[in-house]
């Protein structure tokens, strides 16, 4: 059974930082892309970063600099750290696992972050 459970969201002052975690079971994780997504009320569930199976990264413009996405293909997990974070950057964060040639997509339940003063 496919699983990605996502943790490490919360309620965070302007400026303060927060990790998220991704921990996936059920498949093979080091063959699959990986990614953050998030999705403000009233809007769409944009891209905030990528991470490939070989270790690329891309990211949104609007988080490079203060947000890293990383992968440890030994413990199946996929981490967003989060700094100098803005009021918005509210939102629910979705973690993605994809590999396109198989037409693998997955998805987490999300992890709410608050970022309010």
């Known amino acids: 059974q496919v699983q990605l459970v996502e943790s490490g969201g919360g309620l965070v002052q302007p400026g303060g930082s927060l990790r998220l975690s991704c921990a996936t079971s059920g498949f093979a994780f080091s063959l699959y892309a990986t990614g953050w997504y998030r999705q403000a009320p009233g809007n769409e569930r944009e891209l905030v970063a990528t991470i490939t199976s070989d270790g690329r990264t891309n990211s949104a413009d609007s988080v490079r600099g203060r947000f890293t996405i990383s992968r440890d293909n030994n413990k199946n997990t996929v981490y967003l750290q989060m700094n100098s974070l803005k009021p918005e950057d509210t939102a629910v964060y979705y973690c993605?696992?994809?590999?396109?040639?198989?037409?693998?997509?997955?998805w987490g339940q999300g992890t709410q972050v608050t970022v309010s003063s």
């Open positions: 993605n696992a994809r590999r396109t040639i198989f037409n693998r997509d997955y």
